[in-house]
C-alpha cells in the first residue's frame, strides 16, 4: 500500500521560502482542494506542538496535497531585503505559496488554514484570489463585545485564583478595566483588546469577513475556550451582525482547549473536523478580482 | 541553504544545510543537535542564529530534526533516546558525504547535548570537537522536571508520592503538548553524562547558561572528565528552551558568540 510522501521544497519568487509538502499516497489530480497551512505567530512550520505535522499527514491520507511554509524571518525561510511592510509581505508569500501548490498538485483549489495569526492572515488574503475556496480558522481575533466582558468577568470571578489575583495586583479583570478606562479618558491604544476595538478596525475586519463570505468561499472557524481572545461560542457573529455568514460558516468551540490544543485529544477532534468538514462542503470562489492584483 | 530529507526510507529525517559563506583555508563541517518537545519550538531562532554565524567563519553547517520530531518522519510515540542517538550517526555520515569531511563538531543543546556526548564517546576518531550546552547531566532529575509539567490526572497530582516515577504514569502522558511514553521515560531516566565523562575524548566546551552559580550537576559533570577535555564555561545569558516573559524575543547573543570564537 502507498504511503504519503513529504518534500522539502524551496518556494517563492527568489526560492527563499522553506517548506514541506506533503503528497497523497495515490494523488487523483483536482479530487480534493490543496491545503495551504500557515505560521502561527512566529512558530515555524511545524507548529505549536507539531499539531501541522500530524494534521498534514492526516489530510494527506485523505487525499490532500498540503503545504506548510515559513513566511520570511520565520522558521527557516530567509529575511526578505526589500522595504515590504510586514502585512503585504505575508499576503505576497501566500500568494506565492498558493501558485506553487496549485502547480506541483495540479489542484486549482485551495483551503487556507491558520492559528492565531496566521488565521488572520488567511482571511485577509483568501477574498482576494479565486483559488481560495475555504478558510480554516482557528482562534482569529475577533473584537469583543458586551457578551464577552460579561462572560469573561464571569468567569474569572468564578476562580478563586482570580480572586487571589486581585488582591495582589495581578488581576486580569482589573487590567482590563482599567485599559478600558484609560482608552475612554485618554486614548490609550496600546493594548492589543482595545485596537479590535476600534471602530476602524473592526469595519475593516467585518468587510473583509462580509466579501469572503460573499465569494462564496467556506469557513470553518474553532475557538478554544481558555484563551483571552474570546469568550463565548457566537462571538463573531454578534462581533460582525452584518455579514451574511449562513450557511458558509460553520462554528464551533471547544470547551476547556487552550490556544494551542495543546491536549492530544483537542487535536484529533480538530483534525477529524477538519477532514470532515473538507469532505462534505461544497467549495467554490464567485470573485471578480483575480489573483495578481493580490 | 537546502532542506532536504535524509536517511533510510524507513526513517527520514529532515535538514537544513547550510553551506560556509566565507573563504576559509581550513573548512569545518558541523552537526547541530536540538532538544525536543516544546524546547524543540523556542531554541529554534537561537540555532539558526548559531549555525548561520559558523558559516560565517569555518563550518558548513547541518542542522536536523530527530525520527518523531519537527519535520522528520514518525511520530514522538515510536521514538526513543537510542533512535536518536542513531539520527546523529545518520546525520553526520550525511554531512561527511556531503562535504568530504572526516571529521565534525558536534554541537548539542539540552537533550541535544546529552545524545551528541554518547555519539562522541561511541565515534571518537569522528569528532573534532564537541559542545555541550546546557546538557541535561541527570536523568532521573530531568524526567522529574518533565513530569511535574506534565497533564497528569488529579488523583496522581495529589499523590503523596509526587513528584511521580515511571511507573505511575501508565502508558504515556502528555509534556506541554508532547507524549511522553513510558518507554521514553525510562530512556531519559538511564541519562547519566558525569558516568559518561570519563569516556569523552574530544575536546569538548561545555556551556552554562546558568552563570557563575551553576547548578550542582553541571559543576560535577566539568569535573568528571579526565585528561582536562571539559572546558567549563558559566555565562549568564537567556535560556532559548525556557519559556521567560522577561526575554521574549531575546536571543542568547552571549553563548552564541561564546561557541563560534571557542570552535573558531
Request: a neutral charge; proline letters at 5%.
Amino acid at each position: 500500500m502507498q504511503k504519503i510522501r513529504e518534500d522539502a521544497v524551496l518556494i517563492g519568487k527568489n526560492r527563499t521560502l522553506v517548506g514541506v509538502l506533503t503528497r497523497p499516497p495515490n494523488p487523483q489530480p483536482q479530487a480534493r482542494p490543496a491545503i495551504l497551512i500557515l505560521n502561527a505567530g512566529f512558530v515555524h512550520r511545524v507548529g505549536p506542538n507539531r499539531m501541522h505535522v500530524t494534521m498534514a499527514r492526516k489530510f494527506a491520507e485523505f487525499g490532500h496535497y498540503v503545504l506548510r511554509f515559513d513566511f520570511s524571518g520565520i522558521g527557516d525561510s530567509v529575511n526578505r531585503t526589500d522595504q515590504l511592510p510586514l502585512l503585504d509581505a505575508a499576503l505576497s508569500e501566500i500568494k506565492a505559496a498558493i501558485d506553487w501548490l496549485t502547480s506541483a498538485s495540479l489542484m486549482p483549489q485551495v483551503i487556507l488554514i491558520g492559528l492565531c495569526s496566521g488565521a488572520d492572515h488567511a482571511v485577509l488574503y483568501g477574498w482576494r484570489d479565486p483559488r481560495v475556496v475555504g478558510l480554516v480558522l482557528l482562534d482569529p481575533s475577533v473584537p469583543p463585545t458586551i457578551r464577552y466582558y460579561w462572560y469573561y468577568i464571569l468567569n474569572r470571578l468564578a476562580r478563586p485564583r482570580s480572586w487571589l489575583n486581585a488582591l495582589f495586583g495581578e488581576s486580569h479583570v482589573r487590567r482590563l478595566v482599567l485599559e478600558r478606562i484609560n482608552f475612554a479618558v485618554i486614548g490609550n491604544r496600546s493594548s492589543a483588546t482595545l485596537s479590535l476595538q476600534h471602530r476602524s478596525v473592526r469595519a475593516q475586519l467585518e468587510e473583509v469577513y462580509r466579501k469572503t463570505v460573499e465569494a462564496g468561499i467556506k469557513l470553518l472557524c474553532v475557538f478554544a475556550e481558555n484563551t483571552q481572545r474570546h469568550s463565548y461560542r457566537d462571538q463573531l457573529l454578534d462581533a460582525f451582525p452584518l455579514v451574511p455568514f449562513a450557511r458558509n460558516l460553520k462554528l464551533e468551540f471547544f470547551e476547556a482547549s487552550d490556544h494551542y490544543f495543546t491536549a492530544e485529544r483537542d487535536r484529533a477532534k480538530l483534525t477529524k473536523l477538519i477532514i470532515e468538514w473538507a469532505s462534505s462542503a461544497e467549495f467554490r470562489h464567485e470573485s471578480a478580482a483575480p489573483a495578481d492584483q493580490t | 541553504m537546502m532542506p532536504f530529507y535524509f536517511g533510510a526510507e524507513t526513517r527520514r529525517l529532515f535538514g537544513i544545510f547550510e553551506p560556509l559563506r566565507v573563504k576559509s583555508s581550513s573548512v569545518g563541517a558541523a552537526v547541530l543537535c536540538y532538544p525536543w518537545g516544546s524546547e524543540y519550538l523556542l531554541v529554534h531562532r537561537a540555532m539558526r542564529q548559531l549555525s548561520s554565524r559558523l558559516t560565517m567563519t569555518r563550518y558548513n553547517v547541518l542542522r536536523f530534526d530527530y525520527f518523531g520530531s519537527g519535520d522528520s518522519a514518525g511520530e514522538l510515540n515510536e521514538a526513543d533516546l537510542s533512535g536518536w542517538q542513531a539520527d546523529i550517526d545518520t546525520a553526520i555520515d550525511e554531512m561527511k558525504d556531503m562535504t568530504g569531511a572526516a571529521r565534525v563538531a558536534l554541537i548539542g543543546l539540552r537533550i541535544g547535548a546529552s545524545l551528541a556526548a554518547r555519539v562522541a564517546v561511541a565515534r571518537p576518531k569522528e569528532i573534532e570537537s564537541l559542545v555541550l550546552w546546557d546538557p541535561i547531566v541527570s536523568g532521573p532529575e530531568y524526567l522529574r522536571e518533565l513530569l511535574s509539567k506534565a497533564d497528569l490526572p488529579t488523583k496522581m497530582a495529589f499523590n503523596p508520592r509526587y513528584p511521580m516515577a515511571v511507573e505511575d504514569i501508565g502508558e504515556a502522558v502528555n509534556v506541554e503538548g508532547y507524549t511522553l511514553t513510558q518507554a521514553f521515560s525510562r530512556d531519559f531516566a538511564s541519562l547519566d553524562l558525569i558516568a559518561l565523562a570519563p569516556a569523552l575524548t574530544a575536546r569538548t566546551l561545555l556551556v552554562s547558561s546558568k552563570g557563575v552559580r551553576p547548578d550542582q550537576a553541571t559543576s560535577r559533570l566539568a569535573s568528571a572528565a579526565t585528561n582536562g577535555t571539559i572546558r567549563a564555561e558559566y555565562v549568564e545569558s537567556i535560556r532559548p528552551w525556557a519559556v521567560d516573559p522577561k526575554y521574549m524575543g531575546g536571543l542568547p547573543t552571549d553563548v552564541v558568540q561564546r561557541i563560534v570564537q571557542w570552535l573558531e
